[in-house]
């Protein structure tokens, strides 16, 4: 895999400040297919300082300039699908069609949205005797996880370009490839130089500084609930804006009227998928007590289906963390119907497909997110029980909702406490705002809501 050997700061490779480095392991055979530097506070400061000087002249651009730029992005990405898909596969494991359809297929699209909405936004409204514009916030710091490397990227990079914001990026310390790879399609779309910049490095070292620089205006970060509440804590005191993405456990509630075997079978995909690792899994499944052993039945066969040809975990840390979830199951009385502790090959960090039964809500499989390939079946009575044990946890960023008639399954998905339900299995929508209630984070992205995170405003009165 080709890695470079510097940072993508002011419109070029530069060697780092430090010597210390990162190796990226194959995930499949744990072998270090690359290094990438270890970036310190002092790289982190020049990319900062290179965002600051380039944000005037990229404010002032006109909204049609940035969105020719995000066009010319988004078509960078199509045209080097395979190449990120390779590149995914190769540092998260995730397998090549998975890759080629989702982590390289989605990125496009949200670039395709934000160059459009950058040209048709209304960054100027007249409201009464006033003119209130929409304005770029300043210089985003952003941080991002492993799990979907290239969308979390552009999730995030797509709107503050819309915006006329410029960006400092620390991508998640796994999964770095990929946002090299991001950096040069940056540079061949033709953003100016300090526009976008990149400093690989770790969480706690180049992600902190990151996150504490008194020159970003703005922190956006994607990952676990227990650094976002820090980076919360920090912006807070610096009095700066933040958007926090973090941790799920959402609810698939398949209420009575639902057709139990595609409810079942969409549900265990969707949890099996990207071998676990997605924030808004619908990792709780919820089903009425006179279908439950039925819906039992049909979990367990659909992940016995998924057998090792889902991909590993993303590193020894994740594989350890989630084995240890599933003992914890174990232990506290669920009822393991497929998969288990023990993993499926010798080599990798590959777990099975897990499935438990009997599942009671303050269980700790119950409660926290696990990130990894393990589906909990809980049994509820009426729809009063099932909406108080979907509420039921710290986390609302998700969830799932199958009824005979849709209109049923929306008034109760009005009563979830989350940011996104899925209705008889609804599609991904590029343009819908994504986002936590509760513990699952601060601000949207995705869409025009992805984009007014980047915007501050200002009145005039006439
Ligand atoms: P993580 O919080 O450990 O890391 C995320 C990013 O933060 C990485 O780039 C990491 O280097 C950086 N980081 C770590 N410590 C830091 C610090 N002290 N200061 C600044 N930056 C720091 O999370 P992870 O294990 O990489 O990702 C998994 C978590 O992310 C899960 O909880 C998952 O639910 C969450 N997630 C949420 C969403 C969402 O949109 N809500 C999407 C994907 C993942």
């Known amino acids: 895999m080709k ?8 419109g070029a490779w530069r060697p780092a400040a430090g010597r210390d480095t990162i190796e990226v392991v194959n995930p499949v055979d744990e072998q270090v297919i690359g290094q990438v530097p270890a970036g310190t506070a ?3 400061d020049a990319a900062v300082r290179s965002a600051r000087a380039a944000f005037p002249g990229w404010a002032a651009t006109a909204p ?3 969105a020719a730029r995000l066009s010319a992005l988004r078509d960078v990405l199509a045209a080097r699908k395979d190449e990120i898909a390779e590149t995914v596969t190769a540092e998260l494991g995730a397998p090549l069609a998975f890759s080629q359809a989702v982590h390289a297929g989605v990125p496009v699209l949200v670039a395709g949205s934000y160059a ?3 040209a048709t936004y209304a960054f100027e409204e007249k409201v009464g005797n006033s003119t209130v ?10 941080i991002t996880p492993w799990n979907y490397p290239l969308h979390q990227i552009v999730a995030k990079v797509a709107p503050a370009l819309a915006a006329g914001c410029t960006v400092v990026l620390k991508p998640a310390e796994d999964t770095p490839l990929t946002a090299q790879l991001f950096a040069e399609a940056v540079a061949e779309a033709g953003v100016p130089a300090g526009v976008f910049n990149l400093v690989t490095g770790l969480g706690p070292v180049a992600g902190q500084a990151l996150a504490e620089h008194p020159d970003v205006d703005l922190v956006s970060f994607t990952g676990s609930t227990a650094v976002g509440r820090r980076i919360g804590a920090t912006a807070g005191a610096a009095v700066k804006r933040v958007a926090l993405e973090l941790g799920g456990k959402s609810a698939n509630v398949i209420l009575p009227s639902a057709d139990l075997a ?4 969409v549900g265990v995909a969707n949890v099996m998928s990207n071998s676990g690792q997605t924030c808004s899994a619908w990792t709780r499944m919820l089903v009425p007590a006179e279908r439950y052993d039925e819906a ?3 979990a367990a066969a659909a992940a016995e289906k998924y057998g ?3 991909g590993p975990v993303v590193n020894a840390k994740q594989r350890d963390r989630v084995r240890g979830y599933i003992e914890k199951g174990v232990a506290e009385g669920a009822r393991l119907v497929a998969g288990g502790p023990e993993s499926p090959r010798d080599q990798g960090y590959f777990v099975s497909p897990t499935v438990f039964a009997d599942v009671t809500e303050r269980m700790t499989i119950a409660q926290e997110e696990i990130f990894g390939p393990v589906l909990s079946i809980l049994r509820y009575e009426d729809t009063e029980d099932a909406l108080r044990i979907a509420n039921g946890t710290v986390y609302g960023l998700a969830g799932a909702v199958w009824a005979g008639e849709e209109s049923e399954a929306v008034a109760f998905a009005r009563r979830l406490d989350t940011g996104q339900v899925d209705i008889n299995g609804g599609r991904f929508n590029p343009l819908a705002p994504f986002g936590g209630y509760k513990q699952s984070g601060v601000g949207r992205e995705l869409g025009a809501h992805g984009l007014s995170e980047y915007l501050q405003t200002k009145s005039l009165q006439f």
């Open 3 to 10: 890695a470079h050997d510097g940072m993508y700061i002011d």
């Open 42 to 44: 002092e790289d982190v």
């Open 64 to 66: 049609a300039e940035r």
């Open 116 to 118: 459009e909405l950058a």
């Open 133 to 142: 514009y929409q304005e770029p916030v300043g210089v985003v710091g952003a």
């Open 262 to 265: 595609k409810a079942v079978n």
């Open 296 to 298: 039992v039945e049909l």
């Open 308 to 310: 090792d040809r889902i």
